[in-house]
């Protein structure tokens, strides 16, 4: 991932795109990301940028991605290894079937 901090200072002292590309080693489309922030926030001097903490940063170079495993009702994995362990071993076809029966809550889903 790109340092953006770096990248918002050398923007600021006028430095070329071509320039920061390879003292920041970050692509060109990271430095106009960096610059429309820059211009979207009123960043205008290097003593804003570094008062930046890493969640502003977070949040203001957000990749899009977002996270899905709130959307699925959790394995117990701890359940799993327990009926693995042991003389009798049901199958993980078994297993899943059971996962696939437990109730699952409002909003949630199953995987697979």
């Not at 709130?70 to 049901?90: C, S, T, Y």
């Not at 696939?100 to 697979?112: E, K, M, S």
Request: proline fraction near 4%.
């Amino acid at each position: 991932m790109a340092e953006y901090r770096q990248i918002m200072l050398l923007l600021l002292e006028q430095r070329p795109y071509r320039q920061i590309e390879v003292m920041a080693d970050c692509s060109h489309r990271s430095i106009a990301r960096a610059r429309r922030v820059l211009d979207e926030q009123h960043l205008t001097n290097a003593a804003q940028v570094e008062a930046l903490t890493s969640e502003d940063l977070d949040r203001l170079f957000t990749d899009g991605r977002k996270s899905v495993t709130g959307e699925f009702a959790p394995i117990n994995l701890d359940q799993i290894v327990a009926a693995r362990v042991g003389r009798k071993k049901p199958p993980l076809k078994v297993l899943w079937a059971k996962y696939l029966q437990t109730d699952a809550p409002a909003g949630v889903r199953h995987y697979g």
